[in-house]
């Protein structure tokens, strides 16, 4: 399809949009998959990028509107795209985890993806879902509201998306690859950045720095991805407040904060409400990171400036004065959860929280790290001598050969996976407290099959396995309400009677907090099979992940539609 750089006059606000087309209520998308030589660091590396362009280009769509993504595979590694948070209602297809929903697109091979955007608007991405790749396929997708609808907050005078990420001056995909051989953590990242940019505090990199420049009084929405791959991250403004109205393209109610906490796979759009006079400043916007584990981390800070534009008759060679945002210690499990305490559903009229009040299925999920013996004849580098491993109800997932959807969808699923993923752990124990000596864990692809429409609960339980973490878990396919969260082991005759099920938050990926536990109630109105897993990269490859087969309703709208014929083959 010939690209064609298109802007509508209502979307003058997105002027970095993806090589696009638009007719109608359809948008026509072209993802060229290739090589780009990158300078970050002082260092030059040859990365994977979407049309040469890193972060990747930003999809923009109208909620409502179908969404047409053809994307070529031109380098030598497999690759998928997921489009993190849209629901793909009936169209697992489009959903993007390799060797879950599809096989990946292999080189030289092609893949359209199809969906169309039902009931959600707000601030979601893409990425990369195979192996590492996300590291540097990313980019934003913004879903606006339907012509002539309003935001449930006043209009800004500009919107704009800023993206986090991570950088290694390595190949990321010989790190984990390390990571996986030896047992071993695998090497941190050498930066985060803004819009791909590191900012003035690493070596060779104040030129690379993110500014947005703002007008005094103006207001500025602000739309925040977190693209990082293993990092919770406190952002801040120096020298100002920021409205938080929306996290995981779901409005909330409105509050102020001096600085948030996003983690990987979040998005939260914040109002800046620009100061009313030229401050003759600059304002640093910093992000670092919000680290609970034991192990090693990327303990840096990227930093973005904030610039006000100066009035005609101010001189351009005075020099200002530069302010520094102050943020939580890195440990600051508290703040974290006072954070996340704050977050609440809209829940009015025009923007209901539709809680399932009542619960078909019961489960509870135990998540963290774990280990496993090291082969005969190799050296590893893991606690004890093991590998380090990771697990949800004491199972580390294996990634089967063939697609889930695909084997479910032509009921092929013997020696594809199996349906005897514990709804409970099979040897309970006190999760937050002495860990158990025996730390090894189970190996499968191992599923849990429910009926169309069940109104669900599940308790994400934190371990002290190797060390108390929080871990980031995204549903595939859904958004939850998180009705319940607390620090500990769950209790289920005290702790059910505290639950919000009001006005809790709605989100697609959950911060489970450190030595605790979250839980989150969905309706399995979405036939098909998804995924849930741990949003740092280095859990996901450990295995901290599982899937759930939503099998059809009766009805038409009810069930899984059949596969396209472009669909990749393994």
Known sequence: MGALLFALNSLLLFSELAFATH???TWHYKFDVQLKSVKRLCNRKSILTVNGRFPGPKLVAREGDRVVVEVVNNVQNNVTVHWHGIRQLQNGWADGPSYITQCPIQTGQTYVYNFTIVGQRGTLFWHAHFSWLRATLYGPLIVLPMQNATYPFGKPDKEVPIIFGEWWNANTEAVINQSLQTGAGPNVSDAYTINGMPGPLYNCSAKDTFKLKVKPGKTYLLRLINAALNDELFFGIASHTITVVEVDATYVKPFNMKILLIGPGQTTNVLLKAKPYYPNATFFMSARPYATGLGTFDNTTTVGLLEYQRPNSSLSSTKLQIFKASLPALNDTAYAAKYSQRLRSLANAQFPANVPQTVDKHFFFTIGLSADPCPKNQTCQGPNGTKFSASMNNISFVLPTTALLQAHFFGQSNGVYNTTFPNNPLFPFNYTGTPPNNTFVSHGTKVVVI??????????QNTSILGMESHLLHLHGYNFFVVGQGFGNFDPDKD??????????????????????????????????????????????????????VLDGKLPNQKLLPPPSDLPKC
């Open 23 to 25: 007719t109608g209520s």
């Open 451 to 460: 009926p169309f429409n069940t109104s669900v609960e599940v308790v994400l």
């Open 496 to 549: 059910p009677a505290k639950f919000n099920l009001v006005d809790p938050i709605e989100r697609n990926t959950v911060g489970v907090p450190s030595g605790g536990w979250a839980a989150i109630r969905f309706r399995a109105d979405n036939p098909g099979v998804w995924f849930m897993h741990c949003h740092f990269d280095v859990h996901l490859s450990w295995g901290l992940k599982m899937a759930w087969v």
